[in-house]
């Protein structure tokens, strides 16, 4: 064995974490930029609760609610921004992962001025402030991840940056956060959670230490599959999809992602498919490619989660993700030629060219 293994998250996972433990916000900043989106802080209940405790506790905040879904450098600018004429000594992130990305970007900004392009430096001048981050998806595990995910023009895809000053020092986790998700991010993002598992399990990067965390989030899909598709997530299960969700963070905090994000990003650039959605849909190919390299871990995820084999899964991943992808000859070789670049493209378990990406895109195409 050969690994290493860091996660600096302080976790407050459970009902009313917020208001139990408001102290904590007390020993971090007395200044206090809360980073969210339009809906999610407020609908999930959780803005209230971070002002009641700030209130309390008589720290100054501001609120930044324009972080819209894959954030863009603007947005985080327009943040960092903010986070600068207030004199912000901490920033809170409230929502699924596109604010929760966008408060780590705007902790960087908040003490370094510069282009929004330099982010992807991932050396700072000066340390980012400290974030505290709430989510209110179950998803992205963003709480406990150094990543920030954001939308590239100039590329045309979505591209990563992150250091481990960026690793929340805190995650407020209540699972009655997530009770307003709307339907379909709350399948969705269910999914990108088995996405992280799966992929952080199958990457050339996976460790001893990330594949249990890893299997318990595949295992924990797996019994949450049946209301997933029944329609119908009640408390409990909620409480479980975030907690797989934070496990799934987790493993990728140590693994990276591979080729599924990477492809994933052209069906959101190109194709306005949720984040998690275009993950989903392309892991039953993503599997199936695969297994000839890693046939042992295939199965063994397959089995964890429940199910017998590949063609289970992507018929139950089918019915739960309905829909209709049809990709030209053209748009495939693009958006092959776009994943190539990815870091992550360099973890997947089976060697890939940009012919192999050509050939799961048109796996999916016309479902
Ligand atoms: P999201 O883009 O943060 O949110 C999707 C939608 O759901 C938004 O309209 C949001 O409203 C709404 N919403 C979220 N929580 C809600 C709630 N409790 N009640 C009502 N509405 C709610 O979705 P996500 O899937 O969690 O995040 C996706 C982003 O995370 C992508 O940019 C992806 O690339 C990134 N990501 C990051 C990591 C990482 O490690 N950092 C990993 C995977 C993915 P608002 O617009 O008001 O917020
Ligand atoms: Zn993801």
């Not at 996660?7 to 974490?17: E, S, V």
């Not at 208001?19 to 339009?38: D, H, Y």
């Amino acid at each position: 064995m050969n690994f290493s293994f860091y996660l600096p998250t302080r976790i407050l996972f459970g009902k009313d974490c917020v208001a139990g433990n408001k102290e904590e916000l007390g020993r971090l900043g007395t200044r206090v930029l809360i980073v969210t989106g339009k809906r999610s802080g407020r609908e999930s209940g959780a803005l209230q609760d971070i002002s009641n405790a700030l209130d309390s506790l008589g720290l100054k905040y501001e609120v930044f609610d324009k972080v819209e879904n894959n954030p863009s450098l603007r947005t985080v600018e327009e943040g960092g921004r903010a986070a600068r004429r207030m004199g912000a000594d901490l920033i809170v992130g409230i929502g699924g992962g596109s604010p929760l990305d966008a408060s780590k970007a705007v902790a960087v900004l908040g003490t370094n001025e510069m282009d929004p392009m330099e982010l992807y430096k991932n050396v700072y001048p000066h340390k980012p402030l400290p974030v505290v981050a709430i989510p209110t998806t179950a998803g992205t595990g963003s709480e406990v991840t150094p990543y920030v995910i954001l939308t590239r023009d100039d590329l045309e895809t979505k591209m990563s940056f992150g250091n481990r000053d960026l690793f929340p020092v805190l995650a407020f986790m209540d699972p009655r956060y997530t009770q307003s998700m709307p339907w379909d991010v709350t399948v969705d993002t269910a999914v990108d959670a088995l996405s992280h598992a799966m992929e952080g399990y199958l990457s050339k990067a996976s460790t001893p230490a990330s594949d249990m965390l890893a299997m318990e989030a595949i295992s924990l899909f797996g019994r949450c599959l049946p209301d997933l598709e029944a329609g119908h997530v009640e408390g409990e299960t909620r409480e479980q999809l975030l907690y797989a969700a934070m496990l799934g963070g987790m493993v990728i905090s140590h693994t990276g992602t591979t080729i599924v994000h990477g492809m994933g990003y052209n069906l959101t650039y190109f194709k306005g498919f949720s984040h998690g959605r275009a993950n989903g849909v392309l892991m039953a190919e993503y599997l199936r490619f695969n297994r000839g390299h890693a046939a042992e871990k295939v199965d063994r995820l397959l089995r964890v989660m429940g199910l017998r084999d590949i063609e289970e899964f992507d018929c139950r991943m089918r019915k739960l993700l309905p829909a209709d992808i049809h990709l030209e000859d053209g748009e495939i070789s693009k958006y092959a030629s776009i994943t190539m670049k990815q870091k992550s493209t360099s973890r997947n378990p089976r060697p890939v060219t940009a012919d192999d990406i050509a050939g799961i895109l048109t796996g999916i195409s016309r479902r």
